[in-house]
């Protein structure tokens, strides 16, 4: 059956996509997105010198934290069992990885409860994470996934947008002796989750400013690394792909823009075709973008 949502929640690119590092588990949502803030927090440490009004300030870092929430919504009973699953998964990413029991049974009883074994494993890896969603969540270098960890997250059920019934069914025998199936466990699934969650951002490459010299011996600064235009654009969140002439960033920067300069320069009729191609362009990827 094909896929009744919007072209670009198929897409793969649009979706928002989780790996627990330790265990290399992935998992994915519809990207069905309330609300995004990136929070970049600088710290300096401060020291009173008596006379002055001001502390002497060293700076320390700069952090980095992201909050998303989305929502994650079924269609049908088969999504919300799938969904429950996703979300069962997700919480299980904020837990760590143990080692293997070591320690032998010292009587049948604690062989059965297993008593022993969970007293002898000990934490092996912390639980770190993966994170990417199109060029909002993005290591900016090479467009691949954040690191970090979760402080925790949270999802609720709507209530009152419905429920569908999870059936586990068991061999039994009914009273005259033939064979049935016997319902076991009757477990409730919601409709549309609300998931939110907070991201510490570990930065896997050089975040600052690099001297370069030009060939003129003038000095300039690129973000990130002299060689990487595409991190000195694209840093924190893509969008800026194309790399800029030289001085053509300060130019913009100056210029107060006429309806021409902020067309390119085009004609009238340019100006017509890329209207209507541009409305071409999205209604072709909304309604048939590729999955992938």
Same mark, same amino acid.
């Given at each position: 059956?094909?896929?009744?949502?919007?072209?670009?929640?198929?897409?793969?690119?649009?979706?928002?996509?989780?790996?627990?590092?330790?265990?290399?588990?992935?998992?994915?949502?519809?990207?069905?997105?309330?609300?995004?803030?990136?929070?970049?927090?600088?710290?300096?440490?401060?020291?009173?010198?008596?006379?002055?009004?001001?502390?002497?300030?060293?700076?320390?870092?700069?952090?980095?934290?992201?909050?998303?929430?989305?929502?994650?919504?079924?269609?049908?009973?088969?999504?919300?069992?799938?969904?429950?699953?996703?979300?069962?998964?997700?919480?299980?990413?904020?837990?760590?990885?143990? +080692?293997?029991?070591?320690?032998?049974? &010292? @009587? /049948?009883?604690? $062989?059965?409860?297993?008593?022993? !074994?969970?007293?002898?494993? =000990?934490?092996?890896?912390?639980?770190?994470?993966?994170?990417?969603?199109?060029?909002?969540?993005?290591?900016?270098?090479?467009?691949?996934?954040?690191?970090?960890?979760?402080?925790?997250?949270?999802?609720?059920?709507?209530?009152?947008?419905?429920?569908?019934? +999870?059936?586990?069914?068991?061999?039994? &025998? @009914? /009273?005259?002796? $033939?064979?049935?199936?016997?319902? !076991?466990?009757?477990?409730? =699934?919601?409709?549309?989750?609300?998931?939110?969650?907070?991201?510490?951002?570990?930065?896997?490459?050089?975040?600052?400013?690099?001297?370069?010299?030009?060939?003129?011996?003038?000095?300039?600064?690129?973000?990130?690394?002299?060689?990487?235009?595409?991190?000195?654009?694209?840093?924190?969140?893509?969008?800026?792909?194309?790399?800029?002439?030289?001085?053509?960033?300060?130019?913009?920067?100056?210029?107060?823009?006429?309806?021409?300069?902020?067309?390119?320069?085009?004609?009238?009729?340019?100006?017509?075709?890329?209207?209507?191609?541009?409305?071409?362009?999205?209604?072709?990827?909304?309604?048939?973008?590729?999955?992938?």
């Amino acid at each position: 059956m094909p896929s009744i949502k919007p072209g670009l929640i198929n897409n793969s690119q649009f979706r928002i996509q989780i790996e627990h590092l330790p265990t290399q588990e992935k998992i994915s949502f519809d990207s069905w997105l309330t609300a995004f803030s990136d929070q970049f927090m600088s710290s300096w440490s401060g020291t009173p010198v008596y006379g002055r009004m001001d502390d002497l300030y060293t700076f320390t870092k700069t952090s980095r934290r992201l909050s998303m929430a989305f929502n994650v919504i079924a269609v049908d009973a088969q999504e919300a069992f799938k969904n429950q699953f996703l979300l069962n998964r997700l919480t299980q990413f904020l837990y760590p990885v143990y +080692s293997e029991a070591v320690a032998g049974f &010292t @009587s /049948p009883e604690a $062989a059965a409860t297993f008593a022993n !074994k969970r007293n002898s494993q =000990v934490l092996q890896a912390a639980p770190l994470l993966r994170i990417k969603f199109n060029g909002l969540v993005q290591n900016s270098l090479d467009r691949s996934a954040l690191v970090g960890f979760l402080d925790g997250f949270t999802y609720a059920p709507i209530i009152d947008q419905g429920q569908f019934f +999870s059936t586990e069914r068991e061999s039994a &025998t @009914s /009273p005259n002796g $033939a064979p049935e199936q016997k319902v !076991k466990n009757l477990d409730m =699934v919601y409709q549309n989750h609300q998931v939110s969650l907070n991201f510490t951002v570990l930065h896997t490459h050089l975040t600052g400013w690099v001297r370069k010299s030009t060939t003129d011996a003038a000095t300039t600064y690129s973000f990130g690394s002299a060689d990487t235009a595409d991190l000195d654009n694209n840093y924190p969140h893509g969008g800026a792909a194309r790399t800029f002439e030289e001085g053509e960033f300060q130019r913009l920067q100056d210029a107060s823009f006429t309806q021409d300069q902020i067309w390119g320069g085009t004609t009238p009729q340019e100006q017509d075709n890329l209207a209507e191609n541009t409305q071409a362009a999205v209604e072709e990827v909304w309604y048939g973008v590729d999955e992938g």
